[in-house]
């Protein structure tokens, strides 16, 4: 399984991203338990900014209160992708941002995987 992340760039304060991330390479039984996103700024530690569970009760979804009211985090399962919908953008929210799933294959059992870090960058 590999999760692909995207949407990363330069923006100014008060500006808009979308970030995307695709998981691929899961075979045809499968199934996406959880997906969302984590930041690291230089010097600090890795940090949840959103999180989306998808569990029998229903769907829960977690932010960070840093980012509550500015992220939306969001799925399409029929395209195996989650989204991360970022508004408001403050110089703080600076960081590599990275996407996290946890998927179920027939092959794996569940298991955690991260994609690579899609750098967002907020000037001032």
């Known amino acids: 399984v590999q999760l692909q992340a995207s949407g990363g760039g330069l923006v100014q304060a008060g500006g808009s991203l979308r970030l995307s991330c695709v998981a691929s390479?899961?075979?045809?039984?499968?199934?996406?338990?959880?997906m969302g996103w984590y930041r690291q700024a230089p010097g600090d530690q890795r940090e949840l900014v959103a999180v989306?569970?998808?569990?029998?009760?229903?769907?829960?979804?977690n932010y960070a209160d840093s980012v509550k009211g500015r992220f939306t985090i969001s799925r399409d399962n029929a395209k195996n992708a989650g989204y991360l919908q970022m508004n408001s953008l403050e110089p703080e929210d600076t960081a590599e941002y990275y996407c996290?799933?946890?998927?179920?294959?027939?092959?794996?059992?569940?298991?955690?995987?991260w994609g690579q870090g899609t750098l967002v960058t907020v000037s001032s």
């Open positions: 996290n799933a946890n998927i179920w294959t027939s092959g794996t059992g569940s298991r955690g995987y």
């Open positions: 390479g899961t075979g045809s039984f499968f199934r996406i338990n959880s």
């Open positions: 989306h569970v998808t569990a029998a009760s229903g769907d829960r979804i």
